[in-house]
T-cell receptor, first 114, second 109 residues
């Protein structure tokens, strides 16, 4: 089945220790997104790629970086995680075509910062 | 600013009907989505409305009134598995998705 896969599902790190979260997709979608979601809050868009074009949201901290080496893969790097970065990180994809641009989400990576 | 408002939490009884409202103020409008999110899981797509009116899909229906900046999600014949958060999201004039914080729906037997 075509899908969006995130790894790891659960990540525990220490304060300041870098973390990389990965996302892969078999949908051949042009657009990939990284969202941060804290408990009972709306998902917050960190970045998105339209093909190789990188789009950084204005309020995304510099501590967060992203890479998309090819169509299928996207990475989220958190250079120096703080306690406030503990959250669920959601990867999503979409076709990027006009109209109902439905997002398909991965299962998420839950980050705990000790 | 852009804003999506939904009730924080609702409670309903198994077998009953519940309506979850969403009001929005956004810069432009290119459609409204409803997503379901079970605790600790990713959101899954439920419905998309871009024209006024009611879209029915099995036990779930979604309504839109663009002039009022209002939508609702109607869930019929509630089942315990419908316990989840329901997220309303609007596609603005720049095709950016503006998300609500979600409505946590609790189903009681």
């Amino acid at each position: 089945d075509a899908m969006v896969i995130q790894n790891p599902r659960y990540q525990v790190t220490q304060f300041g220790k870098p973390v990389t979260l990965s996302c892969s997709q078999t949908l051949n979608h042009n657009v990939m997104y990284w969202y941060q979601q804290k408990s009972s809050q709306a998902p917050k868009l960190l970045f998105h790629y339209y093909d190789k074009d990188f789009n950084n949201e204005a309020d995304t901290p510099d501590n967060f970086q992203s890479r998309r080496p090819n169509t299928s893969f996207c990475f989220l790097d958190i250079r120096s995680p703080g306690l406030g970065d503990a959250a669920m990180y959601l990867c999503a994809t979409s076709s990027g075509q006009a109209g109902a641009n439905v997002l398909t989400f991965g299962a998420g990576s839950r980050l705990t910062v000790l | 600013g852009q804003n999506i408002d939904q009730p924080t939490e609702m409670t309903a009884t198994e077998g009953a009907i519940v309506q979850i409202n969403c009001t929005y103020q956004t810069s432009g409008f290119n459609g409204l989505f409803w997503y379901q999110q079970h605790a600790g899981e990713a959101p899954t797509f439920l419905s998309y409305n871009v024209l006024d009116g009611l879209e029915e899909k099995g036990r779930f229906s979604s309504f839109l009134s663009r002039s009022k900046g209002y939508s609702y999600l109607l869930l019929k014949e509630l089942q315990m598995k419908d316990s989840a958060s329901y997220l309303c999201a609007v596609l603005d004039s720049n095709y950016q998705l503006i998300w609500g914080a979600g409505t946590k729906l609790i189903i009681k037997p």
